[in-house]
């Protein structure tokens, strides 16, 4: 089974690789990032997506921005020009919430070593270290969340999912895709049924890609084919990843998970929300108090390069939608699978 | 209200004139189709689309392909002649029912009158004026669905529709989208959600056109938005077309019409199926004995004139789906609206 290497740290060439997402998925392009202003552009044009691989792209875009800086500076001064570098790379994608989290902490790092007198080429290694263990956790978290979720599987002979909450949009095995990739290690090939995800797709060009590289049996449907697919009993589970869960279990995900989850349930089709324990948010008590964006009509209207609707239409384009819990068998998480009733239970497992 | 003029015969130029609907959405272009070649082209390419419009133009094709037959001609040769043009133009469009219909019955209509014996002039002006009643029926159906739905209307601010059984899938009111514009017509303006329903776009493409045109307030949305949609409360009632009708009510209609139907029930929201009491075949029991058909993958890998999927990608691609019987609410036909139980209902209102 061939990995895909979503993004990377390589030591021999001293420069982050990763996957230019833009060109799937149809190239398969892996780009040696070698400065700031790189990962910078590769983060605002979407070569790297996902809100645990930018994560892991921010830490070390951080550490290509100052390890140039000369060993000479003097500290406060280095530290003044990290700030700055920091800032100029939060700019990059300024609603990711993971990209600003995983900046912050390599910069902690930075500054705890700072203030601990090290040397400038210490501080700069530590930075460096920090962003690997950053990549690290979340290698281990996407196997956690595969092991986990694989005696759910125990006789799932195909499942279906939504959007891309794969492989490329974490270091290596996803959220939602992780016991699939754990199970056909194993020796097991669950075949997906991939919702091509409109607006943007993801499903279709990336989803559908990574399986296909790893040798699983892909299936790519219209999101308004699911139903029949179900119908049919072409599936007996659905995994999906997730944006933000609130405290009752209400989840946030892609648009058009809600919709699959109400399917799901008409069907008698377990539905898996495969998630992180930092995407549990139990500060937000229900899915009423997560916001959704809406997005710009052109995605709908324009999707492809081409106008596919009429001047000046009415769009509605929200970009997530909020699955009420009930509609959730369970979370399978990196600390475990978490079944109802989710009010208690998402306490117990967090608030620990 | 400005009503776009799907097909019409336009007797001072003597020709058809039809939307070329390939330029939908961008250009509002009328063909005057003058021959029967440039009718069956008009078909083949989807210039003229919709089972009963594609009907209306079998008829005005087959008169079209004889009206310039030299008078003379002995009526023997000339029905052979008939005969080619009729298989000719037939062969435009080869899974198209209404077509073989439409054709049909004006070619019984002129072999009625040769064997009256009838001048040749005064077959060719019988087989144009079926083809005139086949117009003329179109638009009485479309306007009786139309009145028939309105009272289930009253109380409806905003309506969520998939795929196009608007005017420009008839003659004129179209059938889904009859009872609004009927309503519109009366000063009532209803909004409407339009699907835009993937994999061939037709809401986003054709029912936001023709209701944008129409000055009635449209709003589109990708077919995974419904549920949404629903959940948030801004659609009061579902109204689709059909493609055929079993004799339990069970009724197969464009891909996703089965998920809406769903969802609709999920949220308490009544689910409408309009359509001519010719889609009712009361000879097929249910659904499962309704065919479905699967269409070419490059429709979803490719439908935008770009590839937005892996090359070799597997895909499912079926053209409609079936919603059981259950799941609608009433069904508008021209002969006034059924409501359940359906098998009892629908065996009064079309075997009487």
């Known amino acids: 089974m061939s990995r895909l290497k979503t993004i990377e740290w390589s030591s021999k060439k001293d420069v982050c690789v990763l996957i230019d997402q833009t060109q799937l998925p149809l190239k398969l392009i892996y780009k040696n990032i070698k400065t700031i202003e790189e990962m910078f552009d590769a983060i605002k044009v979407l070569k790297v997506r996902g809100a ?16 140039n800086i000369s060993n000479q500076t003097k500290t406060s001064e280095f530290v ?4 700055k ?3 100029y790379l939060a700019s ?18 930075a500054k705890t070593l700072a203030d601990l007198n090290l040397s400038i080429p210490e501080i700069k290694k530590g930075l460096l270290e920090e962003a690997l263990k950053i990549l690290y956790e979340d290698k281990r978290m996407c196997r956690k969340i595969g092991e986990n979720g694989l005696p759910l599987l125990k006789k799932i002979k195909a499942i279906l999912t939504h959007c891309n909450a794969g492989g490329l949009a974490t270091s290596e095995l996803g959220t939602a895709l992780a016991p699939i990739y754990v199970a056909a290690e194993q020796g097991r090939l669950i075949h997906v049924f991939a919702d091509e995800t409109r607006p943007l797709l993801q499903g279709a060009r990336i989803t559908a890609f990574e399986l296909q590289k790893a040798g699983i049996p892909v299936t790519v449907i219209c999101d308004n084919m699911a139903a029949t697919v179900m119908a049919r009993g072409l599936v007996d589970a659905v995994i999906v990843g997730a944006d933000r869960i609130a405290a009752n279990g209400d989840t946030a995900n892609k648009i058009g998970t809600y919709g699959v989850a109400v399917l799901a349930k008409t069907h008698n089709i ?14 937000i008590k229900s899915g009423k108090e997560i916001p959704i964006e809406e997005r710009n009509s052109e995605e709908i209207t324009c999707g492809f390069g081409k106008q596919t609707a009429p001047y000046g239409i009415k769009v ?15 979370f399978i998480t990196d600390r475990g699978v978490i079944a109802p009733p989710f009010l208690q239970n998402l306490k117990k497992a967090f608030l620990k």
Chains 1, 2 share one sequence.
């Not at 645990?52 to 390890?67: K, M, S």
């Not at 989290?101 to 902690?108: E, S």
Request: glycine letters at 6%.
């Open 92 to 109: 990059s994608r300024p609603t990711a919430v993971n990209l600003f989290w995983a900046i912050n902490r390599v910069m902690i790092k």
């Open 85 to 87: 570098k920091a800032d």
């Open 270 to 283: 377990p539905f898996y929300v495969a998630a992180p324990a930092s995407t549990f948010d139990l500060s």
């Open 316 to 330: 509605f384009n929200p970009a997530f939608d909020v699955t009420p819990a009930k509609y959730i068998s369970a």
């Open 80 to 83: 003044s020009i990290l700030n």
């Open 52 to 67: 645990p691989a930018i994560g892991i792209a921010g830490a070390f875009g951080v550490y290509l921005g100052i390890r």
